[in-house]
């Protein structure tokens, strides 16, 4: 691969990620973090996680490759993989914006291993999740490049975290 996988996610304090099949704390200045961080490049998302975005369509202005097990499942303006190999495919000859892994749980289970950053928005707080992100700061291969700054919104703290695989 010309170019490395990394992976975006909002995090509460336990590594909660959702609820009830949507995220289950949204902080609009980490929507704009991820605008920003995933800017023009590739995402890699589940199908319920395409779902969950605004009218249930293919991020703008980035190219969208959907992971689904459901071999009829098609949808415009994006690429379908039906295996984490077929979309390792896909991106092989990489993208010189980046390629982010955005989602859901399972996806970025599958994808983990193939990722060298994690840019995560760490929100101090745990509201209700049923799915959680791997812990990375109990992962030895994963080390805090960044800790980001204490920024609040609505009374919620949070920060802009880089991690990065160390092995």
Request: proline fraction near 5%; aromatic fraction near 10%.
């Amino acid at each position: 691969m010309k170019n490395e996988l990394s992976v975006v996610v909002a995090a509460g304090s336990n590594w909660g990620i959702g609820y009830k099949g949507t995220q289950n704390l949204v902080i609009s200045e980490d929507r704009k973090h991820f605008r920003e961080v995933t800017g023009h490049g590739t995402v890699i998302v589940g199908r319920r996680t395409l779902l969950d975005f605004p009218g249930g369509r293919p991020l703008k202005n980035r190219r969208n490759i959907v992971l689904t097990r459901d071999s009829g499942f098609a949808v415009e303006g994006a690429d379908v993989a039906h295996s984490v190999e077929a979309a390792l495919e896909l991106v092989s000859d990489g993208d010189p914006e980046g390629v982010f892994v955005c989602g859901g749980a399972s996806v970025y289970r599958a994808f983990l291993p193939w990722c060298k950053r994690a840019f995560v928005t760490r929100i101090d707080a745990a509201p209700p999740a049923d799915v959680f992100f791997p812990k990375l700061d109990r992962m030895p291969e994963w080390r805090l490049a960044d800790p980001g700054e204490e920024l609040e919104s609505g009374g919620i703290k949070y920060r802009f975290q880089v991690w990065e695989r160390v092995k």
